[in-house]
């Protein structure tokens, strides 16, 4: 009887034992960060002079895209794409056999109503014939002189000639091909004097004019100059808000028409914010700053962009009027309580 009782209090002991050795250790109280003095400032736009690069294309000054006047089969073509033709060189002959018809036929016209005027004015002189008969004769020759000049220049339009010394740069067409009016047969450039276009936001446009000599860079023929204003659109594109500007080149063998080019404008009426350089703290590929919150010191990750004079520009993750932490005298850590210096000589 003794036995059991000693077992029935040893099993009621045993669980107290037990959770008494499972009781968690106490824990030492959390200890509170110790506050750092620390020199801040107050984030605002500030209008900073961008540079703001724009996209261009080489083009010449001289181009056109030709095609003929008259319907008729090519039956000659002495150029390809690539060849240097002069001024008024030949570029496609088409078939002229009816046009020539209608040439001599129009000549031969001419010819029999200046026979019969030279007849009714001799009839004239010895009273056979009237005034009135012969002014008609004079209206007859005219209109058919008219038609044979009118002849003669569509013949001409059956030989298309260069209108100015360049190079042939396409070609759609072949001997045999049936050309029609308005539909381009070649394309010919003067590859010796080229331009850049470039589309400026209407906004930077304004400070422009034909004096203005902008930074220009061609990477595949490795030029850089400064490149002057040879035009400007009066008019703004309403879809994309830009003005055409068009910049002159200097003559360049590596450069070539549809070349890309860089042109640099300054556009000084950009607002951003800016930083103290001091301010930027970096761990590994992130970039973060400290701003206070409720007098603690509280992590914020940020974009930058330019540098510009010991200012970094910040794209995003701080707003116009957060405190930045600029200059600290110990190490931050996020929720450290601060002590605001207002006075740098004060440290």
């Known amino acids: 009887m003794r036995l059991k009782k000693c077992c ?16 968690p250790a106490e824990k030492p109280a959390a200890q509170s960060l110790p506050s750092v003095r620390v020199q801040v400032e107050t984030l605002a736009l500030n209008a900073v002079p961008f540079q703001v690069e724009l996209a261009g294309t080489l083009r010449s000054v001289e181009y056109a895209t030709i095609s003929s006047r008259v319907s008729g ?47 009714e004015t001799k009839l004239q002189r010895v009273n056979a014939s009237t005034r009135e008969e012969v002014k008609s004769l004079q209206e007859q020759v005219m209109i058919r002189a008219a038609a044979y000049r009118e002849a003669q220049a569509i013949l001409g339009y059956t030989e298309i000639k260069a209108p100015f010394t360049g190079t042939v740069t396409d070609k759609q067409i072949e001997v045999g091909d049936l050309a029609s009016p308005g539909v381009p047969l070649l394309k010919l450039e003067n590859d010796t004097a080229l331009e850049v276009v470039i589309q400026v936001p209407e906004a930077l446009a304004h400070d422009l004019n034909l004096e203005t000599r902008l930074a220009l860079t061609v990477p595949a023929a490795k030029l850089v100059i400064k490149a002057q204003i040879r035009e400007i659109s009066p008019t703004v594109d309403p879809a994309s808000r830009t003005t055409q500007v068009k910049l002159m080149l ?23 914010l800016m930083i103290n350089s001091k301010a930027l703290r970096k761990k590994g590929q992130l970039q973060q700053v400290f701003v206070v919150e409720q007098g603690k010191a509280r992590m914020r990750l940020v974009r930058i962009g330019a540098h510009f004079d010991g200012q970094i520009e910040i794209l995003s993750g701080l707003q116009a009027g957060d405190q930045v932490v600029i200059d600290a005298t110990g190490k931050l850590q996020d929720g450290q309580p601060l002590e605001i210096i207002t006075d740098r000589s004060a440290q």
């Open 73 to 119: 089969q090519i039956v000659k073509l002495p150029v390809r794409i690539g060849s240097k033709v002069k001024k008024g060189d030949l570029l496609v002959k088409i078939a002229a056999a009816e046009i020539n018809a209608r040439v001599q036929q129009a000549k031969t016209q001419l010819a029999q109503a200046q026979r019969n005027l030279t007849r």
């Open 8 to 23: 029935l209090f040893l099993t009621l002991l045993l669980p107290l034992i037990v959770a008494g050795c499972n009781d």
């Open 250 to 272: 200097p003559e360049a063998p590596a450069l070539r028409s549809g070349q890309f080019a860089r042109v640099a404008l300054i556009d000084n009426q950009a607002t951003t």
